[in-house]
T-cell receptor, first 115, second 111 residues
Framework: DTEVTQTPKHLVMGMTNKKSLKCEQH?????MYWYKQKAKKPPELMFV???????INESVPSRFSPECPNSSLLNLHLHALQPEDSALYLC??????????????FGPGTRLLVL | QQQVKQSPQSLIVQKGGISIINCAYE??????FPWYQQFPGKGPALLIA?????SEKKEGRFTISFNKSAKQFSLHIMDSQPGDSATYFC??????????FGTGTRLQVFP
């Protein structure tokens, strides 16, 4: 099973809302990632968790708050977002423990619209 | 120096033809070069990857050609099929740094 699941598939939120994106994998992977992808652009790395510890934060605004409750789950908490944060948010996982050349398996993404 | 330049931006190929997408990089420390395929509404999926100790890698209809001296690598899709229509991203990384993605190529294969 090489599946990464993400919920919800679509999310519409106002600028004052608080919401969370969820990601789950059951491949025993120890590294998990959040990416942001704008239309017709490549994915941009936001965060990397390795062994449930945050190992990379790509200078992401504090209105995005990641959380890794256990080795299978990754959350992204959203608060006071701006319309320009509207994008496809992708979760990925890899077997590697922070060695970023391991094959990354991506989920289908959550399409977020901020009004 | 961290950029990966990808061309063309879009590509239209007839069924059965060869699709060729090119990427170029500057950072000589890069030593892992994957290609990702992304269908609309889906996340990217690893297609094929190469390391600089080989000049070519083939998996089915997909081949990566790698030119270390020119700092270029390319994806060839032989016998292109309508089901190959997708966006393709090249990428590069070192063993301690994140994947740097190219800008993407939208491939359309017409019957």
């Amino acid at each position: 099973d090489t599946e990464v699941t993400q919920t919800p598939k679509h999310l519409v939120m106002g600028m004052t809302n608080k919401k969370s994106l969820k990601c789950e994998q059951h491949m025993g992977h120890r590294a998990m990632y959040w990416y942001k992808q704008k239309a017709k652009k490549p994915p941009e790395l936001m965060f990397v968790y390795s062994y449930e510890k945050l190992s990379i934060n790509e200078s992401v605004p504090s209105r995005f708050s990641p959380e890794c409750p256990n080795s299978s789950l990754l959350n992204l908490h959203l608060h006071a977002l701006q319309p320009e944060d509207s994008a496809l948010y992708l979760c990925a996982s890899s077997q590697g423990t922070g060695v970023l050349q391991e094959t990354q398996y991506f989920g289908p993404g959550t399409r977020l619209l901020v009004l | 120096q961290q950029q990966v330049k990808q061309s063309p931006q879009s590509l239209i190929v007839q069924k059965g033809g060869i699709s060729i997408i090119n990427c170029a990089y500057e950072n000589t420390a890069f030593d892992y070069f994957p290609w990702y395929q992304q269908f609309p509404g889906k996340g990217p999926a690893l297609l094929i990857a190469i390391r600089p100790d080989v000049s070519e890698k083939k998996e089915g209809r997909f081949t990566i050609s790698f030119n270390k001296s020119a700092k270029q690598f390319s994806l060839h899709i032989m016998d292109s099929q309508p089901g190959d229509s997708a966006t393709y991203f090249c990428a590069a990384s070192t063993d301690t740094d994140k994947l740097i993605f190219g800008t993407g190529t939208r491939l359309q294969v017409f019957p």
